[in-house]
């Protein structure tokens, strides 16, 4: 029977048990991270509110996986151990999330903001997506199964669909 | 009879407020508003002391020693929580009933209002003609009442509601509303409010949170503040359903709030902060991680 491991916003957690289901739920602007190493069969998610932690430097000591700026970092470090090495080799990286509003201000794209910095942190560890599902005009619900590496979506009003 | 008179006719018959609740309202909207006095007024009134020691009992049922006091409850909720809980007598619902109609799950409707509480709240320090606090709070708690009205008769229509506002066919998914019902829930919650006999300023948040510029010019930097909250509560992640993000963002702030990314992205934070106080209270009844979700 599957063991939920269920992340709030800025949680992260990381797992090599087969039994275990990542899930984050209510992705609004908010982007999920989700990394999976193949060769380990050992996956992580990070639930990202904010691109900087300068906007709250006690929230980020407290919750790193609350910024992208401090979420990326800790979520390969705590991958680490299980995995048995660090770095990107082996390493499938999939973004979900990162909804906007219309706002031709752009004031409140956070989505789009927390996309970009996600992907710009990830170039700096020379690690590039595999698959998004980002932006749009939706919340999203993400779930990773450790023992296949399979990630599912789900969203009010529409069908569940793999990435 | 027209599904819009069906709907017309529930509001008319359905309870009024009690007195004890329009004083917490007037408490609110006063310009010498304190949480003590909220306190106060849910203490000297049964019918409110009971609801808020049922809801703290609920938060809090893992203690020991049930929660006999309105002092003790505040106590333990903190100010924001007891607000939130005080407000929700408000509600013709119980406080954590799902909107099924719009497909949100249980306790959704609570965590959005309270979302949209805190941003309106958040938003009003950069106001640009002062804002009382204690009506943005209310307001913002209020804002969707009508939706309450609309769940039953929306039930099993959000995703054909869901695509004509993907496709454009139709504005925003208020239009949308209006297509089965030949009513939205912003005027249906106007109606209500009416019915209830509520203050103008609410009157106001209710009938126009989506299109504040169509407000009356007096009321509109409320309206606005509720709309901005509206946004920051859904961006934080707790919206009301299917129809999450199918709004559009009126422009019109800029002339009512100094607006930066970092004043948007630090209210969404508070948001998401406030969320996690109110799952700490319960983690699975008011739509946290722990809740039972449609979405699963």
């Keep these: ?163 | 009879m027209s599904v819009r008179e069906d709907i017309l006719q529930e509001i008319e018959e359905t309870p009024l407020l009690s007195q004890g609740t329009m004083r917490l309202l007037d408490i609110f909207f006063s310009e010498d508003f304190t949480q003590d006095k909220v306190e106060d007024v849910v203490t000297e009134d049964p019918a409110l002391s009971s609801h808020i020691l049922k809801m703290a009992n609920t938060l809090f049922h893992a203690r020991e020693e049930e929660i006999s006091s309105v002092a003790e409850a505040r106590g333990l909720m903190g100010d924001t929580v007891f607000a939130v809980a005080s407000l929700s007598s408000c509600f013709p619902c119980s406080c954590d009933a799902p909107l099924e109609g719009y497909e949100a799950g249980r306790g959704a409707l609570m965590r959005h209002c309270l979302g949209t509480a805190v941003g309106a709240r958040e938003f009003i320090k950069n106001a640009r003609a002062p804002v009382q606090p204690g009506a943005a709070f209310a307001s913002g708690m209020l804002h969707d009442l009508g939706k309450i009205m609309l769940s039953e008769y929306l039930k099993g229509k959000a995703p054909e509601l869901m695509e004509v506002v993907l496709a454009h066919e139709v504005g925003d998914f208020l239009d949308a509303e209006r297509g089965p019902l030949g009513i939205d829930h912003a005027e249906t919650g106007a109606a209500l409010a009416e019915h209830w006999g509520l203050n103008s300023s609410l009157r106001q948040v209710l009938r126009f949170h989506h299109h504040p510029a169509e407000a009356e010019e007096a009321y509109r930097p409320l309206v606005y503040a509720v709309h901005l909250g509206d946004v920051a509560a859904i961006l934080g992640g707790g919206d009301t359903g299917a129809d999450a993000f199918l709004y559009h963002i009126d422009e019109g702030y800029s002339g009512y709030f100094k607006m930066s990314d970092d004043i948007v992205e630090r209210a969404v934070l508070t948001v998401t902060m406030e969320y996690e106080k109110l799952d700490a209270c319960c983690p699975d009844r008011f739509g946290g991680a722990g809740a039972s979700r449609p979405t699963g």
Aim: charged share 20%.
């Design chain 1, 1 to 163: 029977m599957a063991k939920v491991m269920i992340l709030g916003v800025g949680d992260l957690g990381a797992s090599k048990s087969h039994v275990v289901v990542i899930r984050t739920f209510a992705l609004g602007s908010c982007v999920a991270l989700i990394a999976y190493d193949l060769k380990a069969k050992v996956a992580g998610m990070v639930h990202v509110a904010l691109p900087e932690s300068r906007i709250n430097l006690t929230r980020a000591k407290l919750k790193p996986g609350t910024f992208v700026d401090t979420g990326v970092d800790t979520l390969l470090a705590a991958m680490a151990p299980l995995r048995g090495r660090s770095g990107r080799s082996g390493l499938v990286v999939k973004l979900v999330g990162g909804a906007n509003v219309m706002d031709k201000k752009n004031f409140f794209a956070i989505g789009q903001r927390n996309v970009e910095a996600l992907r710009g942190e990830l170039t700096r560890h020379r690690i590039f997506p595999m698959a998004e599902d980002v932006g749009g005009s939706f919340s999203r619900t993400v779930s990773i199964q450790v023992a296949t590496g399979r990630v599912y979506i789900t969203s009010p009003g529409r069908d569940i669909w793999e990435l």
